[in-house]
């Protein structure tokens, strides 16, 4: 880790003996996973939104529809995700100051950018939280921890998805 980059936010373990049978360093290790992923999604959920509110050009209202649509679920993945991160022993990071930390994602410029730039920063955005839950989904499996392993599943399939729609508004 150069001097420049963050260092990550350590956790906090909540409950420390979990009779789940998941061994603590796999639930630590899980857990700091699903803070990325946590991270990510919140990242990407404010760019959605922001490029909803922001939105220009002729396109303006199938993106305005399809961007509201895209925020809201990602609204309502992070709760599962952060609930998920508790359920295995950890807190949940919540902080702007953290998620810049673990987050994948740039920030956004500070003036909206045109209407296909935003759908390509938001298929990049889609593809990275793909990745970041495909990433852990070996020691997830190998853990036999199946609800994460089903979050994961889900979250890889919406992100995937999104992306591919997104590609299309631009024809590639």
Do not use: C
């Not at 609204?75 to 994948?104: H, K, M, N």
């Not at 410029?109 to 970041?132: S, W």
């Amino acid at each position: 880790m150069s001097k420049n980059t963050p260092a990550t936010p350590k956790l906090h373990l909540t409950s420390k003996n979990l009779g789940i049978g998941i061994s603590e360093k796999n639930r630590e290790a899980i857990a700091q996973g699903l803070s990325h992923l946590l991270a990510d999604t919140y990242t990407l959920y404010l760019t959605t939104h922001n490029f909803h509110w922001n939105v220009t050009g002729p396109m303006f209202n199938t993106l305005h529809q399809m961007f509201m649509a895209q925020y809201n679920e990602l609204w309502t993945a992070v709760d599962p995700i952060a609930e998920r991160i508790r359920a295995l022993g950890y807190s949940a990071p919540g902080s702007y100051a953290a998620f810049a930390q673990l987050t994948r994602l740039g920030d956004v410029p500070l003036q909206p950018p045109r209407a296909e730039d935003m759908i390509r920063i938001l298929v990049k955005g889609n593809e990275t939280v793909a990745a970041t839950a495909r990433e852990l989904l070996p020691l997830v499996e190998k853990a036999g921890d199946q609800p994460t392993t089903d979050l994961l599943s889900a979250r890889m399939d919406i992100h995937e998805k999104s992306a591919w729609m997104l590609r299309s508004m631009l024809g590639e």
